[in-house]
Antibody
Framework: EVQLLESGGGLVQPGGSLRLSCTAS????????MSWVRQAPGKGLEWVSG????????YYADSVKGRFTISRDNSKNTLYLQMDRLGAEDTALYFC????????????????WGQGTLVTASS | QSVLTQTPSVSAAPGQKVTISCSGT????????VSWYQQLPGTAPKLLIY???KRPSGIPDRFSGSKSGTSATLGITGLQTGDEADYYC???????????FGGGTKLTVL
C-alpha cells in the first residue's frame, strides 16, 4: 500500500524558513517522479514543484521560483521542500504527491496524495 | 487566478447527471492530457480521470471524461450524496513548464 507521510509544517514568522519532509513507503521510491501541491485555507489546489525519480529534472511554479527548493534522498525514501523567505501567501496545507504507476517518470499527472502538513506564515 | 477555468459550483438531485467544465488554452489542455481530481470534505484529493477519459482502478464508470480542443468535461451519472465534493481539472502547461489546476467546482447533491 502506498503511503506518503508529510512532516515539518508549523508556524513561522514572515521572512523565515521551513523544511518539509515526505517519507514514502509501499513502492519503489527512486523510480517515481514526486510533487508538492498546496492548498490555502478555503482555496483551490496549487502545484508547487516537481522532481523526477533520479532528481535530474526539477520544476517550480512561478510563485515559488527562487524561494523554494525541492530535493530527494532515494536512499531514505524521502522527498523534501526547503522553503525560504516565507510570506503570508505561502500559508497552506502542503501535500506530497507521487506519479501514478503507469506514468512513473512524469511529474504529471498526479496519482497518489499524502494527507498534508500545515504551514502558517504569520507574526 | 487559476490558469484553468472552472464554474465555481453545480448542483443536481440524487440519481441525476451533472457535467463539470474546464477551459484552458493551447499551452495546456490544447496540448496535453487532462486529469480530474475529487476532494471530499476534509480529505486529500484523489485521481478520478487521467488521459482525458481513463479511470484508475476502483473508480466507478459513473465518472467519465472528455476533451475537445482547449476544453474538457467531467461527467457524473447516477449522483449520490457521497459524490458531494470539490472537483479539480489539471493539465501540464508547456509554456510554464508546470502543472496547472482549475479553481475547482463544488458539487452539491440536493
Amino acid at each position: 500500500e502506498v503511503q506518503l507521510l508529510e512532516s515539518g509544517g508549523g508556524l513561522v514568522q514572515p521572512g523565515g524558513s521551513l523544511r518539509l519532509s515526505c517519507t514514502a513507503s509501499g513502492f519503489t521510491f527512486s523510480i517515481y517522479a514526486m510533487s508538492w501541491v498546496r492548498q490555502a485555507p478555503g482555496k483551490g489546489l496549487e502545484w508547487v514543484s516537481g522532481i523526477s525519480g533520479g532528481g535530474g529534472n526539477i520544476y517550480y511554479a512561478d510563485s515559488v521560483k527562487g524561494r523554494f527548493t525541492i530535493s530527494r534522498d532515494n536512499s531514505k525514501n524521502t522527498l523534501y521542500l526547503q522553503m525560504d523567505r516565507l510570506g503570508a501567501e505561502d500559508t497552506a496545507l502542503y501535500f506530497c504527491a507521487k506519479a501514478p504507476s503507469w506514468a512513473a517518470r512524469a511529474v504529471y499527472p498526479i496519482g497518489d496524495w499524502g494527507q498534508g502538513t500545515l504551514v502558517t506564515a504569520s507574526s | 487566478q487559476s490558469v484553468l477555468t472552472q464554474t465555481p459550483s453545480v448542483s443536481a438531485a440524487p440519481g441525476q447527471k451533472v457535467t463539470i467544465s474546464c477551459s484552458g488554452t493551447s499551452s495546456n489542455i490544447g496540448n496535453d492530457f487532462v486529469s480530474w481530481y475529487q476532494q471530499l470534505p476534509g480529505t486529500a484529493p484523489k485521481l478520478l480521470i487521467y488521459d482525458n477519459n481513463k479511470r484508475p482502478s476502483g473508480i466507478p464508470d459513473r465518472f467519465s471524461g472528455s476533451k475537445s480542443g482547449t476544453s474538457a468535461t467531467l461527467g457524473i451519472t447516477g449522483l449520490q450524496t457521497g459524490d458531494e465534493a470539490d472537483y479539480y481539472c489539471g493539465a501540464w502547461d508547456s509554456s510554464l513548464s508546470s502543472v496547472v489546476f482549475g479553481g475547482g467546482t463544488k458539487l452539491t447533491v440536493l
